[in-house]
């Protein structure tokens, strides 16, 4: 079965630096879009950046220019690298995948099916 777990996640002052990983197995790894997501309590999941399964990547513009996705398909594993964190980044971030276009996941998280546990990202100010 699918599975995805994410690591990673810290406390950390606003303009530091952090990398979460997504760990996955189960699947065809390359085969779905993956993406990187986040909910503070109280609002809805919003999308942060994905990737398709030709390696096209979209970002959310809140954090564009500060967070780059990236992939190690050897271990089967994506990566977040977020820097110059803002105290409005603090949210569980999540890693999910499944079989639909990037562009249209990062806007409806709800449409994909797997999904990790989340890792807590804090950034104080």
């Known amino acids: 079965r699918i599975r995805l777990v994410e690591s990673g996640g810290k406390s950390v002052p606003a303009g530091g630096s952090l990398r979460l990983s997504c760990e996955t197995s189960g699947y065809t790894y390359n085969s779905y879009c993956m993406g990187w997501f986040r909910q503070v309590p109280g609002s809805e999941r919003e999308g942060v950046a994905a990737i398709d399964n030709d390696d096209s990547l979209v970002y959310t513009d809140a954090v564009k220019g500060r967070f780059t996705l990236s992939r190690d398909n050897a271990n089967n594993t994506l990566y977040l690298q977020m820097n110059s964190l803002k105290p409005e980044d603090t949210a569980m971030y999540y890693c999910?995948?499944?079989?639909?276009?990037?562009?249209?996941?990062?806007?409806?998280?709800?449409?994909?099916?797997?999904w990790g546990q989340g890792t807590q990202v804090t950034v104080t100010s």
């Open positions: 999910a995948a499944d079989a639909y276009p990037c562009s249209m996941a990062i806007k409806t998280p709800r449409l994909l099916g797997y």
